[in-house]
Nanobody, 115 residues
Framework: QVQLVESGGGLVQAGGSLRLSCAAS????????NGWYRQAPGKQREWVAG???????KYADSVKGRFTISRDNAKNTVYLQMNSLKPEDTAVYYC?????????WGQGTQVTVSS
């Protein structure tokens, strides 16, 4: 059974930083593409950042230069380092793992950025 558990969200002032973690069980992160998504109130879920099985990373334009996705294969954990946070970054953040047949999602962690 695959389980993804996010943590690290919270309330932070604009300009601050947070690091989100996504720990996996039942799936090997390094063998799959992983990503972070977010969903703000009243909006659709949007892709934020992704990391391939080979370690290549990509970012949405809105977070490029501020967010960094990384993976610790030994801990089977994916991270999202978020710097220079803005109020518009406020959302529930979800991690996703692309398995051989299914996509798997975590339960989400709330990030709130105050102005």
């Amino acid at each position: 059974q695959v389980q993804l558990v996010e943590s690290g969200g919270g309330l932070v002032q604009a300009g601050g930083s947070l690091r989100l973690s996504c720990a996996a069980s039942g799936i090997t992160f390094s063998s799959s593409a992983n990503g972070w998504y977010r969903q703000a109130p009243g909006k659709q879920r949007e892709w934020v950042a992704g990391i391939s099985s080979g370690g290549s990373t990509k970012y949405a334009d809105s977070v490029k230069g501020r967010f960094t996705i990384s993976r610790d294969n030994a801990k089977n954990t994916v991270y999202l380092q978020m710097n220079s946070l803005k109020p518009e970054d406020t959302a529930v953040y979800y991690c996703k793992a692309t398995g051989p047949m299914l996509d798997y999602w975590g339960q989400g962690t709330q990030v709130t950025v105050s102005s």
